[in-house]
Nanobody, 115 residues
C-alpha cells in the first residue's frame, strides 16, 4: 500500500522560507519519480515541481529560481525548499507519485503566506 505523508507547512510572511517533506512508503522509493502539486482555494490543482529517479528536476515557471525539489533515497523522502515566498504561493501542497499508471497523493499540507 502506497502512503505519502507531507509535513512542514505553516504560516510565513512574504519573503520567508519553508521546507516541505514527504515521506513515502509502500514503494521502492529510489525507482520512482516524485512530484509536488498545489491547490489554492477555488483553483485547480497545479504542478509545482517534479524529480525523476535520476534526479532530473522540472519546475513550474511561477516557482523557478525560488523553489528547489530534492530527494533522499536513504530516507524515502522528497523535499520542497521554498524561498522568497509570495502570497500567491498560498495553497495546500500535495506530494505525488505514480505506480502502475495510478496516481497516489498525500493528505496535503497547508502553506499560507501573509503579505
Amino acid at each position: 500500500q502506497v502512503q505519502l505523508v507531507e509535513s512542514g507547512g505553516g504560516l510565513v510572511q512574504a519573503g520567508g522560507s519553508l521546507r516541505l517533506s514527504c515521506a513515502a512508503s509502500g514503494i521502492f522509493f529510489s525507482s520512482y519519480a516524485m512530484g509536488w502539486y498545489r491547490q489554492a482555494p477555488g483553483k485547480q490543482r497545479e504542478l509545482v515541481a517534479t524529480i525523476t529517479r535520476g534526479e532530473t528536476t522540472n519546475y513550474a515557471d511561477s516557482v523557478k529560481g525560488r523553489f528547489t525539489i530534492s530527494r533522499d533515497n536513504a530516507k524515502n523522502t522528497v523535499y520542497l525548499q521554498m524561498n522568497s515566498l509570495k502570497p500567491e504561493d498560498t495553497a495546500v501542497y500535495y506530494c505525488n507519485t505514480y505506480r502502475d499508471g495510478y496516481p497516489y497523493w498525500g493528505q496535503g499540507t497547508q502553506v499560507t503566506v501573509s503579505s
